[in-house]
């Protein structure tokens, strides 16, 4: 793969090359000279074939992962988080040593605590860390899920960005099993706060407790609103908004 620096920017395909346009600029590659059918059956394949499986295995763990909160991550998340999930599922299948090569998945890895120190802290938009958005501490209560904010001050202890007049505050209780591949996830209120001196103390409280076996995940979320003849709008399309694992068990 090569980058097109050229005055002339095309796509499509010319000859054994294909050009096309991405976020990085524009992209040229060579066409392939070896079949599907080779690679599905050569004997001198079976590496790749391997390799296939396992990045198949955790791009679908990253997918339910993904799926199981795509109400928050709609709203907080960056335009590579496709790829930074499956970047970290890789490194925590790869944690699985006890299945053969080609088999090792992301459930057998993400029961080890260095799997679970390895998604522990994701943000699902890195243009937004959660950590340099909020700095007053909080805790989190692994059995209900509530998540408590002691004497929050906005205005000394959230990062607003400019234009911002309003924050709110929102969490999830997650229980994904990435061997089923299924995932049950209880959602809590939502603290609406103006940014100014006011000290709220927040408690933030799953609906339920989430059913099912599997991985437990608690998120915390964080979106800034513009408030304009007594209406919030998003801000920047979301742009600003964090979101985070903050605990696994």
């Given at each position: 793969?090569?980058?097109?620096?050229?005055?002339?920017?095309?796509?499509?395909?010319?000859?054994?090359?294909?050009?096309?346009?991405?976020?990085?600029?524009?992209?040229?590659?060579?066409?392939?000279?070896?079949?599907?059918?080779?690679?599905?059956?050569?004997?001198?394949?079976?590496?790749?074939?391997?390799?296939?499986?396992?990045?198949?295995?955790?791009?679908?763990?990253?997918?339910?992962?993904?799926?199981?909160?795509?109400?928050?991550?709609?709203?907080?998340?960056?335009?590579?988080?496709?790829?930074?999930?499956?970047?970290?599922?890789?490194?925590?299948?790869?944690?699985?040593?006890?299945?053969?090569?080609?088999?090792?998945?992301?459930?057998?890895?993400?029961?080890?605590?260095?799997?679970?120190?390895?998604?522990?802290?994701?943000?699902?938009?890195?243009?937004?860390?959660?950590?340099?958005?909020?700095?007053?501490?909080?805790?989190?209560?692994?059995?209900?899920?509530?998540?408590?904010?002691?004497?929050?001050?906005?205005?000394?202890?959230?990062?607003?960005?400019?234009?911002?007049?309003?924050?709110?505050?929102?969490?999830?209780?997650?229980?994904?099993?990435?061997?089923?591949?299924?995932?049950?996830?209880?959602?809590?209120?939502?603290?609406?706060?103006?940014?100014?001196?006011?000290?709220?103390?927040?408690?933030?409280?799953?609906?339920?407790?989430?059913?099912?076996?599997?991985?437990?995940?608690?998120?915390?979320?964080?979106?800034?609103?513009?408030?304009?003849?007594?209406?919030?709008?998003?801000?920047?399309?979301?742009?600003?908004?964090g979101l985070a694992i903050?605990e696994i068990v």
């Amino acid at each position: 793969m090569a980058k097109l620096n050229g005055i002339l920017k095309i796509e499509g395909t010319l000859q054994d090359m294909t050009f096309y346009k991405t976020q990085d600029g524009h992209l040229v590659k060579t066409k392939s000279g070896v079949s599907g059918d080779r690679i599905a059956n050569d004997p001198a394949f079976a590496r790749t074939r391997e390799n296939g499986s396992e990045f198949g295995s955790a791009a679908s763990a990253g997918k339910l992962l993904r799926d199981s909160v795509r109400t928050m991550v709609s709203t907080a998340s960056d335009n590579r988080v496709t790829a930074r999930v499956t970047q970290i599922m890789t490194q925590i299948k790869n944690l699985d040593t006890t299945s053969a090569r080609g088999e090792r998945t992301v459930d057998v890895g993400i029961a080890t605590p260095e799997g679970k120190a390895l998604l522990k802290g994701f943000n699902f938009n890195d243009k937004a860390i959660l950590g340099a958005i909020l700095y007053k501490p909080y805790t989190i209560n692994t059995s209900t899920g509530v998540i408590s904010i002691a004497d929050l001050v906005p205005i000394n202890d959230i990062a607003a960005p400019s234009g911002a007049t309003h924050l709110s505050v929102k969490g999830a209780f997650a229980i994904v099993d990435f061997t089923a591949g299924t995932s049950d996830v209880s959602y809590t209120n939502v603290e609406n706060l103006s940014i100014d001196g006011t000290s709220t103390s927040v408690t933030l409280t799953p609906a339920s407790v989430p059913s099912g076996s599997g991985i437990k995940m608690f998120l915390l979320q964080v979106e800034f609103f513009q408030e304009v003849n007594a209406v919030q709008y998003s801000l920047n399309n979301g742009a600003y908004n964090g979101l985070a694992i903050v605990e696994i068990v």
